[in-house]
């Protein structure tokens, strides 16, 4: 497998890795609303938007690689 493909097939799936922990911890916040810890819950979903910032970005760089 040439190099640019091997980091780019790693880097894909370690993007899957961290939207599906983005998801985990999405689903632990909402636990937390539900049972009125909603600060701890805010502040959960604040750490988030680093990701959801972050990701475009990262998309868009790892779709580049595949096509070179």
């Known amino acids: 497998m040439?190099?640019?493909e091997l980091i780019s097939s790693l880097l894909f799936r370690l993007n899957e890795n961290q939207l599906a922990?983005?998801?985990a911890v999405e689903?632990?916040?909402q636990w937390l609303d539900q049972?009125?810890?909603t600060e701890v819950a805010d502040n959960v979903r604040e750490t988030?938007?680093?990701l959801d910032a972050n990701l475009e970005h990262i998309?868009?760089?790892i779709?580049?690689?595949m096509n070179d």
């Open 63 to 65: 779709a580049q690689l």
């Open 27 to 29: 689903q632990l916040a």
């Open 2 to 4: 040439p190099t640019n």
């Open 59 to 61: 998309t868009r760089g």
């Open 48 to 50: 988030l938007t680093t």
């Open 35 to 37: 049972r009125g810890h």
């Open 21 to 23: 922990i983005a998801a």
